[in-house]
């Protein structure tokens, strides 16, 4: 696979139509380099659609539900399992969107992507603002989902383990059930 050169400083979410005319897998842009994303698994995508149509029930009118979209960052361009973000930075066009409009990220560890799910994502959307981030595990096969806020000081604090259910009030009400994993 042939990359373009990435201009002085690297590329950024302005060079994403460009590079996916000629980046023809998933990737992200980290410091300004083109990474490739790990494949996912079966467990992941059944995860992202079940928490997708969970979340578009219970958000306000003021939030969309997004999967896979990326989040501008500069350099770093991070493309997030699920994102809620304000319904009004949303277009039939976007490829990315600003930090101050995402409210909620979600990551769904696969074996490809622990490091980066537990340590290198949330530093980043803690850095950039971001108020709420969850983080799904798979627990022998079931869904467990760990929820964490902004602190005032930066970086996230954790705010719950949820097996079987999520309930709560950031970035808006949130009660959910976790079904069973199945396919």
């Given at each position: 696979?042939?990359?373009?050169?990435?201009?002085r400083?690297?590329?950024?979410a302005?060079?994403?139509p460009?590079?996916m005319?000629?980046?023809?897998?998933?990737?992200?842009?980290?410091d300004?380099?083109?990474v490739?994303?790990?494949?996912?698994?079966?467990?992941?995508?059944?995860?992202?659609?079940?928490?997708?149509?969970?979340?578009?029930?219970?958000a306000?009118?003021?939030?969309?539900?997004?999967?896979?979209?990326?989040?501008?960052?500069?350099?770093?361009?991070?493309?997030?399992?699920?994102?809620?973000?304000?319904?009004?930075?949303?277009?039939?066009d976007?490829?990315?969107?600003?930090?101050?409009d995402?409210?909620l990220?979600?990551e769904?560890?696969?074996?490809?992507?622990?490091?980066?799910?537990?340590?290198?994502?949330?530093?980043q959307y803690?850095?950039?603002?971001?108020?709420?981030?969850?983080r799904?595990?798979?627990?022998?096969?079931?869904?467990?989902i760990y929820?964490?806020?902004?602190?005032?000081?930066?970086?996230?604090?954790?705010?719950?383990v949820?097996?079987?259910?999520?309930q709560?009030?950031?970035?808006?009400?949130?009660?959910i059930?976790?079904p069973?994993?199945?396919?």
């Amino acid at each position: 696979m042939l990359v373009p050169t990435p201009p002085r400083g690297g590329f950024t979410a302005r060079d994403l139509p460009r590079l996916m005319k000629v980046v023809d897998v998933r990737f992200e842009l980290l410091d300004g380099e083109v990474v490739m994303m790990a494949p996912s698994t079966v467990w992941h995508n059944e995860v992202i659609d079940i928490l997708k149509f969970a979340l578009r029930r219970v958000a306000p009118a003021w939030v969309s539900i997004a999967t896979e979209q990326r989040i501008d960052l500069g350099c770093t361009v991070p493309e997030p399992d699920l994102l809620a973000v304000s319904r009004d930075a949303v277009a039939a066009d976007s490829l990315s969107f600003a930090p101050g409009d995402v409210h909620l990220v979600v990551e769904v560890v696969s074996p490809g992507t622990k490091t980066k799910d537990r340590v290198l994502r949330p530093a980043q959307y803690a850095e950039a603002g971001i108020k709420c981030f969850w983080r799904v595990e798979n627990e022998d096969n079931a869904i467990v989902i760990y929820t964490f806020e902004l602190l005032p000081e930066g970086g996230y604090a954790p705010t719950g383990v949820h097996r079987s259910r999520v309930q709560v009030d950031r970035p808006f009400p949130i009660d959910i059930e976790l079904p069973e994993v199945t396919w």
